[in-house]
């Protein structure tokens, strides 16, 4: 991992609220992957500029949108829509969200 990055593996140097970062810790998650930290560091993203990414299935896609959706709700106080593919998985994410 390039130097520059490792810190912005973990979730922690993303400016999120302690609750949101407790709550990530309780299921494990305290850093991310390199490609994930890459894409939240493209061009403008964090600024609201579309970003279309691309990963097998599990293999993290949907934190990288968590993360994302988090910042520009908490940075702009404006709601977001999170489209999900199936009913459980929006039963799910929702359970999860709350």
């Not at 709700?73 to 709350?98: C, G, M, N, W």
């Amino acid at each position: 991992v390039p130097e520059e990055l490792a810190d912005k593996l973990l979730l922690a140097s993303w400016g999120l609220p302690k609750a949101v970062l407790e709550k990530y810790h309780s299921l494990g998650v305290v850093q991310m992957f390199e490609w994930q930290a890459e894409c939240l560091m493209l061009g403008q993203v964090l600024e609201g500029r579309n970003l279309v990414y691309s990963a097998p299935t599990s293999a993290g896609k949907t934190l990288v949108a968590e993360l994302l959706i988090l910042k520009r709700v908490l940075e702009t106080h404006k709601k977001a829509l999170f489209i999900l593919p199936f009913v459980s998985v929006a039963k799910e994410k929702t359970s999860y969200l709350q």
